[in-house]
């Protein structure tokens, strides 16, 4: 048995995307938004509501939110979506999770206060003054993956939308929602829970900045070849897929460092993530990325 794909994309999805990627600093250095990007953002923000953000607890898990809104009866705009959370009971909550998430805090009520008001906040201060530019956009994106799924097998469609991961075929059902995403680009974001995978893939259907500009995939594929480890991690890949900790023994270094390097990898194509559960187990070469580069580099240059 192998997995059913959904592809969904609503508003709000990017709108816990965007919220998310600003408080989790940790990536900040990753970010294709820019260096400047968390800074103007902030002095967007009041004083207030600026102060709050820094105090508040740093929660991971934003995947349940993604769920939330897959289920959402009507979600046009952020606004439909937030005033839908803030009506749900602890017991409606607990009903629309419960399928797949096994654990929640005893505080439920008060944690979807919490989240509505820093979310509906963050819409007002924020998200509103840049959706117009992605919203349209990531809905095509969105449109593009439904005509793939048309034509291909499940497995190649995830590979394909997330530039990488390969979820490994499983004995039980299980299913892949994918929701294109802007704001935490390069990285796709991959939540996993009981018979359901949330994958939020980066999206190069982008608002156009600049003229002569190479495309977010070339940028990515030759940012990522100009670094003498990670073409030995390619390297040593050749002969077949390797899991994380073979390649930090192979390579004598820091798991962290590793891990940048693996992750700059997958993000930019050259590798496959093989996905098993909820844990990416090996990962292997994608040499078809390099005749990708090629087609792509010639096109630009064109």
């Known amino acids: 048995?192998?997995?059913?794909?959904?592809?969904?994309?609503?508003p709000a999805n990017e709108l816990i995307t965007s919220f998310y990627t600003f408080l989790c600093t940790k990536a900040h250095k990753r970010l294709e938004l820019g260096p400047n990007w968390v800074k103007n953002?902030?002095?967007q923000l009041s004083e207030r509501f600026a102060a709050e953000l820094k105090e508040l607890e740093y929660w991971s898990d934003w995947g349940q939110l993604q769920l939330l809104v897959w289920q959402c009866p009507k979600k046009e705009t952020t606004t439909q979506f937030l005033l839908w959370l803030e009506s749900l009971s602890v017991g409606?909550?607990?009903?629309?999770?419960?399928?797949?998430?096994?654990?929640f805090p005893e505080d439920l009520g008060v944690?979807?206060?919490?989240?509505?008001?820093?979310?509906?906040?963050?819409?007002?201060?924020?998200?509103?003054?840049?959706?117009?530019?992605?919203?349209?956009?990531?809905?095509?994106d969105a449109n593009e993956k439904l005509q793939w799924k048309a034509a291909r097998g499940p497995v190649e469609l995830i590979e394909l939308a997330t530039n990488g991961l390969y979820f490994e075929p499983v004995d039980q059902a299980h299913r892949v929602l994918l929701i294109p995403q802007y704001h935490s680009q390069p990285v796709t974001l991959l939540h996993c829970y009981r018979g359901i995978a949330v994958c939020q893939y980066s999206s190069d259907h982008l608002p156009v900045i600049e003229d002569n500009l190479p495309s977010p995939?070339?940028?990515?594929l030759t940012r990522s070849l100009a670094d003498k480890t990670r073409l030995q991690i390619l390297h040593y890949l050749k002969s077949g897929p390797k899991s994380y900790m073979e390649i930090v023994n192979h390579m004598q270094m820091a798991k962290s460092t590793i891990y940048e390097h693996t992750l700059n990898l997958r993000s930019a194509g050259l590798i496959r993530g093989h996905v098993l559960g909820s844990s990416v187990v090996s990962y292997s070469l994608r040499e078809e990325a390099l005749d990708w580069m090629n087609d792509q580099l010639k096109a630009y240059l064109k």
């Open 111 to 140: 944690v979807r206060d919490r989240v509505s008001y820093f979310l509906s906040e963050w819409d007002q201060q924020y998200f509103q003054s840049v959706s117009s530019m992605i919203v349209d956009p990531l809905i095509t």
């Open 41 to 43: 953002t902030t002095e």
């Open 217 to 220: 995939s070339l940028y990515r």
């Open 1 to 10: 048995m192998t997995y059913s794909v959904e592809v969904s994309f609503a």
């Open 92 to 103: 409606e909550l607990f009903e629309r999770l419960s399928p797949w998430i096994s654990t």
